[in-house]
């Protein structure tokens, strides 16, 4: 048997089975490519346009922008250096504050220490010699009473201890 002839039978028969598949492939790729010609088209009549907008759009606003970023440049650049001022300012304030009252404190306390003096000085210079008088007209009048009728007079006083004084 005479296999030949089958064989070339079947591989013209895939030939012509591969040769129709490309020709569809070829149908369907041009409608394809018909169809995204047609497709890009129409995107192209309807974004363009919004592109030319929007690149008009940016034409006309970078200029303001950079207006914009120049005028907020120098104006930190003013509140950095009103700001630096105004921390001078407050240090200074601060400094001022803390001396004078380190100054109050000085003061209260030599106020303090001349308070504590001047009661040492008056009690030096006041309550001992009125202690001392005081002893002294005790004697004398104990003195008298012997002398004068020898008997001495009971008192039913108050006792004051000697080291109040009333101003």
Do not use: C, W
């Amino acid at each position: 048997m005479d296999y030949l002839p089958i064989f070339v039978g079947v591989t013209a028969a895939a030939v012509v089975i591969q040769a129709g598949i490309l020709v569809a492939l070829y149908v369907a790729v041009r409608k394809s490519t018909s169809r995204m010609e047609a497709l890009a088209n129409e995107v192209k009549d309807k974004v363009l346009p919004t592109v030319d907008s929007a690149q008009a759009i940016i034409v006309d606003v970078r200029p303001k922008l950079d207006t914009i970023s120049t005028n907020v440049s120098e104006a930190t650049t003013i509140v950095r250096g009103q700001v630096e001022r105004l921390d001078a300012t407050l240090t200074d304030i601060v400094d001022r504050s803390r001396l004078q009252v380190i100054r109050a404190d000085e003061l209260v306390g030599r106020t303090m220490d001349r308070i504590e003096e001047t009661t040492e000085a008056v009690h030096r210079t006041v309550i001992s010699p009125v202690r001392q008088l005081s002893g002294l007209m005790q004697g004398l009048t104990a003195g008298i009473e012997v002398l004068l009728g020898g008997r001495r007079r009971r008192r039913h006083d108050i006792s004051v201890p000697q080291d109040e004084m009333f101003i």
